[in-house]
C-alpha cells in the first residue's frame, strides 16, 4: 500500500513538474542563464493576483468552484513573488564564485 502511494505521488510530482507552466518557468529560471530574469518574472505577480481578486469577487457572486482556482493563483503569486529575492541570491553567489575562479589566472597572467 505504501508503494502505491509513493508511486502515485512520485508520478503525479514529475507531471506537474514537467507540464505546467509556471513550474516550466520557474526551473528556467534556476538555470545559470536565467538567474538574471527572476526580478522581471516577479512582474507576473501582479496578473496573477488580479486573477484571484476576480475569482474572489466571482465567489461571492455565487461561483463555489472557483475557489480552486483563488488557491491556484495565489500560489502562482508566492511563487513568482520569492524567486526574484531568491534569484538575485543565486545570482550573486555564482557571480562571486566566478570572480574567485578567475582571479588565480589573472595573477598567473600578470606574472
Known sequence: MIELILTA????YFFLHRFMPTTVVIDAINSRRGLKWGV?????VV?????AVYCRA????????LN??????????????????????????VRVREAVARRPMTRALLR
Open 9 to 12: 505521488t512520485a508520478r503525479s
Open 40 to 44: 522581471p518574472a516577479m512582474l507576473l
Open 47 to 51: 496578473p496573477y493576483a488580479i486573477a
Open 58 to 65: 466571482q465567489i461571492e457572486a455565487g461561483g463555489g468552484w
Open 68 to 93: 480552486l482556482l483563488v488557491l491556484l493563483f495565489l500560489w502562482n503569486t508566492l511563487k513568482f513573488a520569492l524567486i526574484g529575492p531568491i534569484s538575485v541570491l543565486k545570482l550573486i553567489a
